[in-house]
């Protein structure tokens, strides 16, 4: 276990207040004091609760409680305040990974004991005020009157206090791999039809309804996010907007009988978050989601380490290779092989000799692992739409010799990642976790990539079910009594979990570089994503595409990837994750050294970030130093107009002095039309320096910052 620097517990009192209309309010603040938080009982008992952030109004009055299934009074109104407790708490805890080396975990606490009068139930709603914003949960009590109950629909509100501008996507309960979309508040309704036939998913249930996290831009210049934290035992949560009145209200993911949550006194639901600052850097800043989850559960977390990986995925992805061994289809039945007699189709991507070559191609460039999917039987039933096929996550193909693989990649020095896609039949998956875990073990894989494609088997679950939500945990905590990291696509997304169960290394759960192979995403896609996706933890983007042109890996596939190769090279900085791979084929960084040496360089665990410039949808630009090291690493992804950034190296040491490699985008180079011009120079920086910097669009820049003496600096020119 880390050690955890504890500062002293302080008690506080709190203020109660007589308002017209209500029966009592209490404020609370954050310890900074910027960030207030009200709650107060409505007329009839309703819990309800407001916001503000430098004495501007962020969340109008807004009304709380649950309504149960097949329950008269529900946990809605009738309540009465019979106990409060406040407290504050401040502590620092060192991270296993992350973007920094330690969090400071600072709020100031209201836990409001309520009774309804008629059941003579219990509820608590505690709050959590931080300097960046506000936290809250439901908790129930062991009790008399309330054992096992079903939540039929949460009714949390957020009452917007106008018509702000959204980055959105639209509900779904089984994919977050959409584009963002930017428009006003009144504007989603009308442009929900259009953002769901653009994507592979066609499940919405509202005309109105969004996924979490929310981040929202008020004309007085507040960046407000909307999510959750610590979703456990508990289905993940949407919003869906009444855009009369601007008000947001949960929306719980229903199982297949359409109950919502299945609970049993004593529990409690995940937070419910708010983040919020004028400055939409802090927003980057905030771990306040990490805040509201446990302490880390793993006693000894030495074998959870970052990784830089490569491997043979974007062969498949763009369709150069496959992941079935031969096009007879279907070549396997209930577990009955028979590729004996079936033809080889000579596009298999997972053979011996493929994933040698990707094994020296690593060893030679110093990354740490090798993917590889499609290495075991049974895709050609899955891709065949066979419906009874079920992998066993151990039998490898006849052109994949494992123990070749296994004993080759050791003595180049290079671990094997594994693949396991569980073609959404998670019963199964659970039934053979042992195995297939300790068959990882065996053969020296330390890492999985997990998949949940298509719909849940056996019986048609949703993908962010409680359900679900506590099948993925449980695979995760598996997954640590096997010391393996798990990076988990077509989960659910991260709400912060992994602070708790740091071998959680990383999510998918957004839209990554494989849609760039579908069709393309956004130019400022991932201008959006850090404020978005990643407050919830780490993503699996897999970035480092330095071929735009699909059609030269995929005559068939006219797809184009929306980005310059310095924008790429500035995702290992921006789109944080202690897991990072250089997607790309090796044979295209062959041509591209030269860029491809940052890729080499870039670190993965960091010491600090400085958040330099931000604005979403247009712009990022990040800082970072890597732990352990004096080595600062900066990059800068920019949207769809092209910009010139000002940036200041003041982050550095004072005194000390440095050599800046940066690596921009050329004076014509566009990601459409120009996307692989770029330039290379050396300067030297100290803290003093300033830069001045044009980036394309959907282009970006990185830089390297090493720590130098005099003598290397000779013939270099001064930033």
């Known amino acids: ?33 910027e960030v207030q938080m009200q709650f107060e009982l409505l007329e009839d008992g309703t819990p309800a609760y407001s916001l503000s952030y430098k004495g501007k109004p962020v969340i109008k009055t807004s009304k709380l409680g649950l309504h149960l299934k097949n329950d008269e009074h529900s946990l809605i109104d009738n309540f009465e ?30 836990a409001v004991i309520l009774n309804q009068k008629p059941t003579d139930r219990e509820m608590i709603i505690r709050f959590r005020v931080f300097d960046d914003g506000l936290g809250f949960r439901y908790e129930f009590p062991q009790q008399q009157n309330l054992g096992h109950f079903i939540v039929e629909e949460e009714r949390t509100q957020f009452a917007m206090t106008g018509d702000h501008t959204a980055f959105w996507i639209p509900g779904d309960y089984d994919t977050q791999e959409y584009d963002y979309i930017e428009s006003r508040l009144s504007e989603i309704r009308g442009l929900m039809e259009t953002s769901i036939t653009d994507n592979l998913s066609q499940t919405s249930f509202s005309d109105t309804g969004v996924q979490t996290s929310l981040l929202l831009k008020t004309d007085d210049g507040l960046y407000i996010n909307l999510h959750e934290a610590a979703l456990l035992d508990y289905s993940a949560m949407h919003l869906e907007l009444d855009d009369e009145n601007m008000v947001f209200q949960s929306w719980l993911t229903p199982d297949v009988t359409g109950n919502k949550v299945y609970m049993i006194a004593p529990g409690k639901s995940p937070w419910r978050t708010v983040i919020v600052s004028d400055d939409a850097r802090d927003i980057l800043a905030s771990r306040m989601t990490y805040n509201l989850n446990d302490p880390v559960a793993i006693d000894d977390t ?5 990784v830089k990986y490569v491997g043979v995925w974007w062969e498949m992805i763009t369709g150069k290779s496959s992941w079935h061994y031969t096009n ?26 493929n994933v040698k070559r990707y094994i020296d191609f690593a060893a030679e460039h110093g990354f740490d692992g090798v993917l590889v999917e499609g290495w075991n039987i049974g895709w050609e039933d899955w891709f065949g739409n066979s419906k009874d ?4 996550f151990m039998t490898p193909y006849p052109d994949f010799d494992l123990d070749e693989v296994r004993d080759y990649a050791k003595s180049k020095g290079v671990e094997m990642i594994m693949h396991h896609e569980t073609s959404s ?8 976790l042992d195995a297939a875990y300790q068959f990882m073990k065996d053969n020296g894989y330390n890492s999985v990539k997990s998949g949940y494609v298509g719909d849940i088997l056996p019986r048609g679950e949703n993908h962010y079910s409680q359900w679900l939500v506590n099948h993925y945990q449980y695979a995760i905590e598996k997954a640590a009594d096997y010391e393996i990291m798990v990076n988990a696509h077509e989960a659910v997304r991260p709400t912060g979990v992994a602070r708790t169960w740091p071998n959680l290394i990383a999510n998918e759960s957004a839209r990554g570089t494989e849609y760039q192979a579908f069709g393309g995403s956004k130019p400022n896609h991932v201008t959006v994503i850090p404020f978005t996706r990643l407050i919830g933890g780490p993503m699996d983007y897999t970035p480092g595409i330095f071929e735009m042109d699909i059609s030269k890996a995929n005559p068939d596939n006219d797809s184009w990837v929306n980005s310059t190769i310095a924008n790429q090279l500035a995702l290992y900085v921006t789109m944080y994750s202690p897991l990072q791979m250089a997607a790309d084929f090796p044979e295209n960084y062959e041509r591209f050294m030269d860029a491809f ?123």
Do not use: C
């Open 389 to 392: 096929y079920v992998f066993d």
């Open 328 to 353: 007879d289809f279907p070549a396997v039945r209930l577990g009955v092989t028979d590729y004996e007699n079936a033809t080889p189709n000579n596009t298999h991507g997972a053979t011996t000799e």
């Open 302 to 306: 030495s074998w959870i380490k970052p």
């Open 81 to 110: 305040v019979i106990e409060r407790e406040e407290s504050a708490f401040d502590e620092t805890w060192e991270t296993v990974w992350g973007e920094e080396n330690e969090i400071r975990n600072h709020y100031n606490e209201l």
């Open 597 to 719: 040496q940052f890729i080499k360089d870039v670190g993965m665990d960091w010491e600090k970030s400085v958040y330099l410039e931000a604005e979403p949808g247009s712009y990022i630009t990040i800082a970072r130093k890597e732990k352990g090291t004096n080595d600062w690493f900066v990059g800068n992804v920019n949207g769809e107009t092209r910009r010139t950034s000002n940036i200041s190296f003041d982050f550095l040491d004072k005194g000390k002095t440095y050599i800046a490699t940066i690596y921009s985008d050329a004076k014509d180079a566009h990601y459409r039309n120009n996307p692989q011009a770029y330039e290379i120079r050396k300067v030297v920086v100290n803290n003093k320096s300033k830069l001045k910097q044009g980036s394309a669009p959907g282009g970006g820049y990185a830089i390297s910052i090493i720590e130098a003496d005099k003598s290397e600096t000779r013939g270099l020119k001064k930033l």
């Open 1 to 33: 276990m880390r050690t955890m620097k504890m500062k002293n517990l302080l008690i506080m009192s709190f203020l109660w207040l007589s308002i017209s209309g209500v029966a009592l309010a209490q404020k609370v603040a954050s310890p900074n004091g």
């Open 425 to 432: 039949s998670v019963r199964n998956y659970e039934r053979h």
